[in-house]
């Protein structure tokens, strides 16, 4: 049989928003290994976190304030980098969700007349329930006013607070509202946040979109995207719930809002009008992975050309959090304090990763790439930021807990491992490649995980492998948790710092890490930069993957082989340009000015004029058209 070349899919736009800020541009990143940046970094990192969070505004020329007072960059830290710092990452639960010492419920309540009198109350006739039940005494009091009397009393719910013992998590910056960039009414906040993320995906390629649908046929476009909790808050599905229950009415928008597949319909409806391939693949905690994996092969293969890959998550709401909560998996306000011995809880420091710990922190967060084929990308002038090779996924086998962790993630790490072994070489994974783990600050993670990744580093000779976790920064966001890994991972590329697990004073005893490097610092790699990364996902359910990450340096040696010196120079020249705009672009966005994507009601197809024969369909509106001259893939069986 005769050797197939796969088109590499390479990474050449990411962004979105989390707890660390906005991703595009390596900020979020930034965020997470400040004090292991330069001062010029360091300013512009917090100066553009202060504008996101409306402490100050910029045109461009210096900072202000509400009050007109001006700021410059060292002024920006000086006045500001305390407010940034506590309005970001993990923390206590703002009141913008609700409070946490206060969250209303309804008690469930008997109420009997005084005395062993019949109970009695007045009411408006208009209020009356529907049917009005069998034991209600009804007395006409005039003025459509009724008197009821109920002999054996009233079961009723009375609105109550109470305490909610998670009190922390992982939270977009303090004062930043993403349905405030676009006409977002009545969508739910991880739709927003889905909106918001890929656009600003979209725009950090630097290249406009019409310039790459205009490149493509319009059916070479795929996007993948989902909600793993699908929308629960008010405005969808938690709201459609909770109607009745409430004495409201559904709307029009809550069922088809609330669906987890929403954010790739978004994506292709009102971003970037897309005709291509959709798919919102959804694994628990893994579901960036498997969206990802999708991309990847369907790149790879040559079905789509281009693809749009992530996930967004709002998780922050008292029913989801109380889900978790029963199930013992969150770090609670008791267990917290139970373990640090004090009365006192640090909420920064609630998700400890392979640390004495005692549940994971839940976050709310946006994460989305822009993937291309290698031709494309070359053709284009591409920023080229890394290049995803492989994602394995493999279940765990019989269970006798569906929430255990279980076989299936050794699979997976042993072959995404041996996967990239066979691409970048075994000096390469054994001295030059590290681990984004999962890492989800529960006691049996940091076991569980750690035995595997040790069993994997000593299969493949591999010692002191550096190990970072960034749960510990911004909490775990379930589907866009592995989108932060690999968002953190491209930053690591560039600015060669490892995010150390700095929520830890220590290693847990029972980590079993004598093959592994699990940093409580930023370790630095500059001056020997990685060749891969592995992110690594374990979901419940078992729903186990791991993705290898290739760097840009390794990606643009494997292009000057394919392509030849020429090529790849006249490539580099393009991409000057590229690089350019989406540096004007990640000015813009610095500013506060996040230009989204939003096309309501625009650009709207004339079926009427669409035009197809035996070789192509023509649509109006795209430059190219869909090949129906396909060949029989199974020709050596007919």
Sequence with gaps: MSHVVSRLPVIVGFGGVNAAGRSSGH??????VLESLDAQERQDTLAALAVMMGLVSTDGDGYRDAEGTCYSLDEIEQHFAGQVRDGTLVRRIERTFFDVDAAHWQKSVNLQGADDQALSFEMAERDLPEPVPADWQLEPLGERRVKVTLVQGLEAKV?????????????????????????????????????????????????????VADAIEPDQVGVYASSVMSQLDENGLGGLLQSRLKGGRVSAKQCPLGLNTMPADFINAYLIGSVGHTSALTGACASFLYNLRAAVEDIASGKVRLAVVGNAEAPITQEIIDGYATMGALASEDKLKKLDDTEQ???????????DNCGFTIAEASQYVVL?????????????????????????????????????????????VAAARAIVGEESVRTRSMVQAHGSSTPQNRVTE?????????????EQWPVSAVKAFVGHSLSAASGEQLVASLGVFKYGIIPGVKTIDRVADDVLGERLHIPLKDLERRNDPLDVVFLNSKGFGGNNATASVLAPHVVERMLAKRYGEQVIGAYRERRESVRAQAAAYDKAASRGEFRVLYHFGENLIDERQIEMDGQGVRLPGYRQPINLAFTNRFADMT
């Design 450 to 462: 750690s035995e595997i990744l040790d069993q994997v580093a000593r299969t493949f000779g591999i």
């Design 345 to 355: 809880v640090d909420w920064r420091r609630s998700s400890r990763p392979f640390g």
């Design 159 to 211: 609105d109550s607070y109470r305490d909610i013992p998670a009190k922390s998590a992982g939270q977009l910056p303090r004062g930043f509202d993403p349905g405030a960039h676009y006409n977002s009414r009545f969508h739910p906040r991880a739709l927003q946040l889905a909106v918001v993320g890929a656009s600003d995906a979209i725009q950090s390629m630097g290249i406009a979109w019409q310039q």
């Design 27 to 32: 900020h979020g990143y930034r965020r997470m």
């Design 372 to 416: 291309m084929d290698d031709a494309l990308a070359v053709e284009l002038g591409a920023d080229i930021h890394g290049a995803v090779s492989d994602v394995f996924i493999n279940a765990d086998g019989f269970k006798k807990s569906i929430s255990a962790p279980g076989a299936g993630n050794y699979i997976t790490m042993a072959k995404a």
